[in-house]
């Protein structure tokens, strides 16, 4: 288990520095020391690794989320939870959805997984806007979630600091759903 950990943890670095498709198998490898066959037999593709690292990014990202739920603020608490996590790791916009442009076209497997793992970001937007607001709002849930993955997407260029810009332009948007609800 720990050769496996390690090679996905390898991976995610590479992957999100160097992109995917363009990284061979033997920089992957490199790193673990570990052989073409127990990269074979853990993860019988190159996909099947891409597969690993998106999941355990996205695993990733929300346990930090949920870690970090304990703020009164969850709506804020999305973007504190995005600044620090950039913070540690680096600005370079969502390492799911690149995967999901360079695999557009070449599997299906993987843009449906980076679909069902935006669909379950979503959901956890939602039970924010829901536990902030006191009550469902589709439209409110919308505007955070692009708040969310265009600061995502901008800090790359524009700086970590743009992610406070996002959260605070989130806020109003629930006063003003809050002051619309009284």
């Known amino acids: 288990m720990e050769k496996l950990t390690a090679i996905i943890e390898d991976a995610v670095r590479i992957f999100d520095t160097e992109g995917f498709r ?8 490199g790193p673990s020391g570990v052989s073409t066959r127990t990269f074979y037999k853990y993860f ?3 996909d099947g690794l891409v597969i690993a690292v998106l999941e355990a990014r996205h695993r990733g990202f929300m346990a930090q989320l949920e870690a970090n739920a304990l ?3 969850s709506v804020g608490g999305l973007f504190d939870t995005l600044r620090l996590w950039m913070e540690e790791r680096g600005a ?3 390492m799911l959805l690149r995967a999901r442009s360079e695999y557009a076209e070449a599997n299906q497997e993987i843009v449906a ?3 069902r793992q935006k669909c379950e970001f979503r959901d956890e937007v939602a039970k924010r806007v829901l536990k902030d607001l006191g009550r469902d ?3 409110l849930c919308s505007q955070v979630w692009l708040l969310f993955e265009g600061a995502t997407a901008a800090a790359g260029v524009a700086g ?3 992610v406070d810009d996002a959260k ?3 806020l109003m948007l629930l006063a003003t759903a809050r002051a619309h609800s009284l």
């Open 168 to 170: 605070e332009a989130a």
């Open 113 to 115: 997984l980076v679909h």
């Open 92 to 94: 370079r916009g969502c």
């Open 44 to 46: 019988g593709s190159r």
């Open 22 to 29: 363009a990284v061979g198998i033997d920089r992957l490898l």
């Open 160 to 162: 970590v600091s743009l």
């Open 71 to 73: 703020d009164a603020d």
């Open 137 to 139: 709002d589709a439209q």
